[in-house]
């Protein structure tokens, strides 16, 4: 019978998930991943979770508690940074930690720091993971390499030249939340019932948002403020887009500035219509729905109005 490792369906697992699994299935593994989000998940993880973590987290733990008796290894990377000199989260780097101290009968943790922030160093990452299950190296060498280009195949394919389209959206926000279409609200599909065509970070292509970040006047040293800045610009000089949405999650120390940050600059520079929306595991769906609904009526509206005038004035900020 082959080894079972688990993977959760949450936080990195969208960005890296042809990686891992492709990685653990030529080495002979079966890999079990956690279905999508639903109701369970999130008590499970809520209940389980300490109470000042994130949404994001919270669906981890309950990620982690669905797999927990399926299988004989769990994949928990401790990642401390996915692109060279950028942070992420602190709660990435302390997540073994916390799923060991909040989930109990735990199968065995492989916890491999994934640190991509001082070099390229993926490769050597992946070979102490492969060691853990079989000893040579030539074939866990080649696992990688398979599994590499399959990745890179699968995020080139994500990349899009913006097009003027006078339906485009751009949804903003964490790559865990809006690939989690439980947690998101499905606000990708309505969107697109409404007739607009969304449009994601993760779609344009990486130089050009690190061309685009240069432009902001500090330092961007957070991965998730490097992406969501350049998008913001990007999109200012573009002007492709007939509004701007930012999907946030209740108590993300790194929203409170990055969000912020990106409606200041969208706010003060131009006129595209912005919303944030703060989702949490209390957020009930009817509240989600009608104030997107306003924002897509609005949009609408707006078209129609020839002074393309707000009718409660111009600016929230001024400059
Ligand atoms: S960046 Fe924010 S949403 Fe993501 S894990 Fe950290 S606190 Fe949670």
Redesign the pocket.
């Known amino acids: 019978m082959k080894t079972k490792i688990g993977i959760p369906r949450a936080?990195f697992y969208y960005e890296f998930a042809s990686l891992w699994v492709n990685f653990f299935s030529e080495l002979g593994l079966e890999v079990i991943i956690s279905p999508k989000t639903n109701k369970k998940i999130i008590n499970d993880g809520t209940i389980a979770a300490v109470d000042d973590a994130?949404i994001?987290?919270k669906i981890y733990h309950g990620h982690v508690i669905n797999l927990r008796n399926k299988v004989d290894y769990l994949f928990i990377p401790r990642i401390m940074g996915i692109t060279k000199k950028e942070y992420i989260?602190p709660?990435?780097c302390g997540l073994p930690e916390m799923i060991k101290y909040s989930v109990k009968d735990l199968p065995k943790l492989i916890n491999t720091k994934i640190d991509l922030m001082k070099k390229d160093n993926l490769l050597n990452q992946m070979l102490e993971v492969g060691y853990i299950f079989i000893n040579d190296k030539k074939r866990i060498v080649e696992a990688y390499h398979k599994a590499k280009a399959i990745y890179d195949y699968e995020k080139s394919k994500l990349k899009l030249p913006l097009v003027n389209n006078t339906n485009n959206v751009v949804i903003m926000g964490?790559p865990y939340i809006l690939s989690d279409d439980y947690l998101n609200m499905n606000i990708k599909a309505k969107l697109k019932k409404a007739g607009l065509n969304y449009l994601l970070p993760e779609m344009f292509d990486d130089d050009i948002l690190t061309k685009y970040a240069k432009q902001y006047n500090g330092k961007v040293f957070w991965y998730?403020f490097h992406q969501m800045i350049g998008t913001c610009f990007y999109l200012l000089e573009q002007k492709l887009v007939e509004g701007i949405i930012y999907l946030s999650?209740f108590?993300?120390?790194?929203?409170s500035v990055v969000a912020e940050t990106v409606e200041r600059n969208i706010r003060r520079n131009c006129d595209i219509p912005f919303m944030l929306l703060t989702i949490d595991e209390h957020s009930g769906e009817g509240g989600f729905n009608t104030r997107l609904e306003a924002f897509i009526d609005m949009l609408k509206w707006r078209k129609q109005n020839e002074n393309y005038i707000s009718p409660y004035g111009n600016y929230l900020y001024t400059r």
């Open positions: 936080l994130c994001p987290v989260c709660k990435f964490h998730f999650s108590g993300c120390g790194i929203d």
